[in-house]
């Protein structure tokens, strides 16, 4: 058989390549205008979260599991954003500290059974991290607040674009049965019968000997009584003497 060139482009699905690009054209656009009023300086920033939560989203396969990594999105942000505030607010940023952060907080997601080891959180807490640390005048409060909403925002856009594409999509054809040629019968055949064993054969008794009751002599009482009548026969004598 040949090869079918054609078989890769059916995989293609350009309801969900054009949602990926519409999501992180929306998703930075709303960064940068959302962060923009409270600090152009970390739009950048804000937009790259918004992008990258969106994309996560977007790249989930199916509307269910992409709902379920947006949640899991928010979920890790939230976690991220805390973590990194209560570092801001009691240490100044430093490489150290950054490394003892990230290890808190992957064996805390560990511990709570975070998936993916909290990998979203960790990216919220490097990006308000890195933003302290180039711009030290911004609150760590509003830091983080704005890092958190971006993110929830690029995760709203990725979940609405992932239902638009689902209902754009054409459904995936069923699957067609694969019918199977019937067995051949298999012919019957009585079953044998089961060879003797040495316990089902049987064992030929012996003759008993015949006892000694059967093969002795007369006991002593026979032998008495036998004495006794030739005894009383004598004395008595024939019925021709006792007539003389």
């Not at 090869?3 to 054009?18: H, L, N, Q, S, T």
């Not at 790259?48 to 990594?69: F, H, I, K, N």
């Not at 709570?112 to 890195?130: V, Y």
């Not at 002593?220 to 004395?235: G, L």
Request: hydrophobic fraction near 50%; include cysteine.
């Amino acid at each position: 058989m040949g090869f079918d060139f054609r078989a890769p482009f059916r995989r293609i699905r350009p309801a969900m390549v054009a949602a990926s690009c519409a999501g992180v054209v929306l998703a930075y656009l709303t960064g940068m205008l959302v962060t923009g009023p409270f600090h152009r300086a970390s739009g950048s920033m804000g937009a790259m979260l918004a992008c990258t939560s969106a994309v996560v989203v977007l790249q989930t396969p199916g509307l269910r599991e992409s709902l379920r990594a947006g949640l899991l999105r928010v979920a890790g942000t939230a976690i991220g954003a805390l973590l990194a505030y209560l570092y801001l607010r009691l240490f100044a940023f430093s490489t150290f500290g950054m490394m003892c952060s990230v290890a808190l907080l992957v064996t805390l997601s560990m511990l709570l059974g975070i998936p993916d080891n909290g990998r979203m959180a960790t990216i919220t807490l490097l990006a308000i991290l890195l933003v302290s640390q180039q711009n030290h005048a911004l609150a760590p409060g509003m830091n983080c607040l704005l890092r958190f909403v971006e993110s929830a925002l690029g995760v709203a856009i990725g979940v609405v674009l992932a239902w638009a594409s689902s209902r754009l999509s054409p459904p995936a054809a069923a699957a067609q049965p694969v019918q199977c040629p019937p067995a051949a019968a298999v012919p019957c055949r009585p079953a044998a019968a089961p060879e003797p064993t040495a316990a089902s054969v049987p064992v030929p008794v012996p003759a008993l000997a015949p006892t000694l009751e059967s093969t002795s002599e007369p006991t002593s009482d026979s032998t008495s009584d036998s004495a006794a009548a030739a005894a009383n026969k004598k004395e008595t004598g024939s019925p021709r003497e006792a007539g003389l």
